[in-house]
């Protein structure tokens, strides 16, 4: 219950904010990610939220989609089950890999965007894409990477990397894209 009254409160503060901007745009073609965990804790407090501009963490990670983050053949995005959160033996094999990349480049902090299908409200494909992104985080941070250099974002179905209606797109868009922004 708390989760749910967290995320409804990061949207208000995210429509009051788009509704206070100066011209008026028109962002229906935006993707607004929720900003659910920055560093440890289950969650962001009322505190948390000063000086994150959801706004633009937004715009960061439009652009940084145009970016593959892949570091040698293996690319950084873990894939789950339906209605999952849990990490299979595929999906570990590549938090490893990327363990190893963020261990030799001890300054580089990681971004974990949690991904859905279609299928499921808004409001709950946004809490498992969060349960998704935390899992890969507390994987990352029992392999020793430091909490403070990872970011949690939860995407929900709002960003599929494949638009298809069928359990072949649907496992795609079941995901957690790791990202280095610079």
Known sequence: ???????ALVSSLSV??????????DDSNVN???VVDSTVGNGMSSSDLKGIDLNTL???????DEKNYAVGDVQPTIYFGFDQYSIDGKGQAVINHY???????????????????ERGSSEYNMALGERRAK???DALTVAGIPSSRIR???????K???EGHDEASWALNRRVEMKFPQ
């Open 1 to 7: 219950m708390r989760q749910v009254m967290r995320i």
């Open 16 to 25: 009051l904010l788009a509704a206070c901007s100066d011209p008026p745009v």
């Open 32 to 34: 607004k990610p929720v």
């Open 58 to 64: 937004g715009a960061m990670a439009a652009m940084e």
């Open 99 to 117: 363990v190893r990349y963020l261990q030799s480049k001890p300054t580089l902090n990681i971004v974990l965007e949690g991904h859905c299908d």
């Open 135 to 137: 899992a890969v985080r």
């Open 152 to 158: 949690v974002v939860s995407f929900g179905e709002e």
């Open 160 to 162: 599929p990397a494949a």
